[in-house]
């Protein structure tokens, strides 16, 4: 192991200067963006930097310019599901290439659970990065308390409810996408559509029930049943749905993995999918909508797009942060509802 | 958007001090463990703290204390591959458990490409971690290098080529395991075993084809084909054989998905395994080795442990540099190499 002691063998700013025959005065400017040096002694400099692989003390440096180059990511949801759920990986692929573009290091802070989230506190207030980006948080989570504790500039994925009025989110259209879907059942003459809703402690989960309530105000609530966002969820509720009503002729799944637990367990049931069924999935999530059997029609939001735009919120407030401050026009939050479009399919 | 100015609003020490009627070096104390500060006094400091969600200036005192209860994992591959690929999930996960088990954060940075490895570099330098797990290095990666430049302790996940001799790492018994799998298929009578091996430019797939070589010294250089750890390569390798090698009756994949890719062309081309053509994989990755078709019989690694045993000989490390520093022979480097075992399933 490179041990700890091996810190000593890092070159120094001593030995860049020596080695490029200049005053440690001279590298430190080179080092600090080479205000007043002359180009032939910074090339000297810059040539013993690049022979030596010096790496200036960044955490030094950093205490004084304040700035990391770096952005955390936050995801309310132990590690096994995030590397579970495609939806994360294509949110975090948005995150990824928009950071990168902008030469901003993605820091994925990776949890097991909710008692974590004091030592992700502690990284956070600690200042290894400039801002933060979170999703997934759920109603009871501490963790919009603890980000804002670390006053972090932050951007939400997805709506949070009620605790952080001032921190702007990006999320897509829930309700409006989920009265699409129902709407669409009800198009196809279907007459007992029922609902397997998401984890109702999510905003996301919440606005979708909304936009099928829109729809059918009157819907009883036996058509209702919860699932979790996971095709495991979407099994157990298409089951319950089926015991308590067995002339169920559509439903509208919360998202896509969801759906495609319904159609599993509807195929076992010998139910014809759309003939008997009509099924509406939530996502277009990539492979999942077009591999299920049948195809899923769906609605889709963009969600590397929803992650681009939550790593652009956030560097435009860092910049803005550094140039603007004092403009509180300028710089007021500004959250992004992206739109969503039906995907007609086989399954509805 | 919580503003960067916004830092004005963290409470201070200051302000600790004030709500706790005490003086600033004594919360300081507090804060730093407390030695020498009546307990009584200490009470109030730490009601104070709880009371205004003060936060200590971690940045400055991480620059004292030389710790950060953080460990960087990277991954020398696109942050697409690593969420495409079970393997990164299942090793993370192992990772990500020891981390959590010594309250230690797990800090995951992505790339999409080698032009991000030099910002890397600058972050792992930049006094934000206590050490790295490095994996899934190529042989002309940089980023051996720039991890060392670094200077952090660093324990790497499979076996580095030469670049890194002093460097701790877990890796599993490839080569042992690779003449296992060809063994296996030389005692079902097959007579013509071909080789699909992984990406030559990393140690794990060299080890498994001289594996392959050991058993079968003399086997054609056309039953080696060349994949790259995808499906989508095992495809193509698979192709390639069929084409030049019709006779081929057994097949030694370099991993599991390409075997699970192998698998689907051998049924488009009708043959049937393993009664025409057996087939045996390298990882035993869930959920991949069970849900091919037929199930897949393969040698395996336990991938969640080695990420485990990584993340412990790092920590073991650091303790040391701390404790023992200056007992060459207790903080002497050391590495892991794990078994594996063929586990049968009908693909062979």
Redesign the interface.
């Known amino acids: 192991?490179?041990?700890?002691?091996?810190?000593a063998?890092?070159p120094t700013l001593e030995a860049v200067a020596d080695r490029a025959g200049v005053s440690r005065a001279t590298v430190s400017r080179v080092v600090n963006g080479g205000a007043g040096v002359r180009s032939s002694l910074a090339e000297k400099v810059l040539r013993a930097v690049d022979e030596l692989?010096y790496?200036p003390?960044?955490?030094?440096r950093?205490?004084v310019t304040?700035r990391?180059?770096?952005v955390a990511v936050v995801i309310a949801e132990p590690?096994?599901r995030v590397?579970?759920d495609?939806f994360f990986?294509q949110q975090?692929?948005g995150i990824?290439?928009e950071l990168?573009a902008h030469?901003s290091?993605?820091?994925?802070?990776?949890?097991?659970g909710r008692g974590?989230y004091a030592?992700?506190?502690?990284?956070l207030?600690?200042?290894?990065v400039d801002g933060a980006l979170v999703f997934s948080v759920h109603l009871d989570d501490e963790l919009p308390?603890i980000v804002?504790?670390?006053?972090?500039?932050?951007?939400f994925g997805g709506r949070p409810d009620g605790g952080a009025p001032?921190?702007?989110y990006v999320d897509c259209d829930n309700r409006g996408g989920a009265r699409e879907a129902v709407r669409h059942l009800r198009s196809l003459g279907r007459e007992r559509i029922a609902h397997i809703a998401g984890p109702l402690d999510q905003t996301s989960a919440m606005d979708r029930l909304d936009g099928y309530r829109d729809v059918l105000p009157d819907a009883e609530p036996e058509l209702i049943a919860r699932g979790d966002f996971t095709p495991a969820g979407g099994e157990r509720a298409m089951r319950e749905l089926l015991d308590r009503c067995p002339d169920v002729d559509g439903v509208f799944a919360a998202n896509d993995l969801t759906a495609a637990g319904a159609l599993r367990v509807l195929g076992e049931a010998g139910r014809r999918v759309p003939e008997d069924v009509a099924v509406v999935g939530f996502d277009d999530m990539e492979p999942v909508a077009e591999q299920t059997s049948p195809p899923l029609t769906t609605v889709r939001q963009d969600i590397e797009e929803m992650g681009r735009l939550m790593a652009r919120?956030?560097l435009r407030?860092?910049e803005?942060?550094?140039a603007l401050?004092g403009d509180p026009l300028d710089?007021a939050?500004s959250s992004v509802i992206t739109p969503t479009a039906l995907v007609r399919r086989a399954s509805a």
């Open positions: 192991m490179t041990e700890p002691s091996s810190a063998h890092r692989g790496v003390n960044q955490a030094a950093s205490l304040r990391h180059d770096a590690e096994t590397f579970t495609p990986a975090l692929r990824s290439k990168t030469d290091q993605l820091v994925l802070l990776l949890v097991e974590d030592r992700v506190g502690r990284y207030a600690g200042g290894h308390d804002r504790r670390s006053a972090l500039p932050t951007v001032h921190t702007p919120l956030l407030g860092l803005r942060g550094g401050a710089t939050p």
